[in-house]
């Protein structure tokens, strides 16, 4: 008896193959205006899979980049503009460093969030720092994604200076620990304020920076709360013997 996985595949993959084949006989230009376009909704993931795949074997990648460029730049639907940036991205893997540059430049000042979530990941190709623009997308949208390139050592002073703000919006566990790295050597005096709010990581801040000794540290593991302590524990583990953390350890494996 076959199973379901074998008979979606035979049913399925052939089915695919034959739209592919049909896609393939199409001027690759009038394609990308049919996918721009939404014609063929019921394909659509088909027409950019085969897009995407046959832009990878021409050699005239900058000509339909200019030429999308300029039908963006004249004005298009918000649906249209959306598939013409897809459409573009593909695109750059074959083009040099300044077209990275002008799609970064391009969508990053977008009117448009999706714009700008993409243009994000072409940052190193900015030419000036965008530090506050990242900040204020990543305040008024609260996605991470314009939080996570500001985590750098380059971005120390500016980190440290809106450190309180960040913090309150409230980025999850990943991205505050990278905070404390990142300020906890130099910029110690700008994160005292989570000893009230976070115990867990102001141990980690203060070991980090060696404002206190590791068996006063272990002290404040009584403020930490018990679903955190582990955290805590492990951090302390790197710094004292194990006879330090063992009594703290039973509790876990009692």
Request: proline share 2%; aromatic share 14%.
């Amino acid at each position: 008896m076959k199973s379901k996985k074998e008979e979606i595949f035979q049913i399925d993959h052939p089915f695919d193959v034959l739209i592919h084949s049909v896609l393939n006989t199409i001027n690759l230009n009038e394609l990308i205006q049919i996918y721009i376009d939404d014609s063929l909704i019921e394909v659509k993931s088909s027409i950019y899979s085969n897009i995407e795949k046959r832009l990878n074997t021409i050699d005239n990648t900058e000509k339909i980049y200019e030429d999308l460029k300029f039908i963006l730049e004249n004005g298009v639907e918000y649906y249209k503009s959306q598939r013409t940036r897809k459409v573009l991205e593909i695109l750059l893997i074959k083009l040099d460093d300044d077209y990275k540059y002008d799609y970064f430049n391009t969508f990053f000042y977008s009117k448009y969030s999706n714009d700008k979530k993409s243009a994000v990941k072409y940052i190193k190709y900015a030419k000036k720092d965008v530090a506050k623009e990242l900040l204020k997308e990543y305040l008024s949208s609260g996605n991470a994604v314009f939080l996570l390139p500001l985590l750098d050592k380059k971005n120390l002073e500016f980190l440290a200076e809106n450190i309180t703000e960040i913090w309150y919006t409230e980025p999850s566990f990943f991205y505050k620990k990278r905070l404390i790295e990142l300020l906890s050597q130099t910029k110690f005096k700008n994160l005292e304020f989570i000893e009230n709010e976070e115990i867990d990581l102001y141990i980690l801040a203060c070991l980090i920076s060696k404002k206190i000794k590791p068996k006063h540290a272990l002290k404040l593991l009584s403020k930490v709360p018990e679903s955190k302590r582990h955290f805590s524990i492990f951090n302390l583990s790197k710094e004292l013997d194990y006879k330090f953390i063992e009594c703290e350890m039973k509790k876990y494996i009692c």
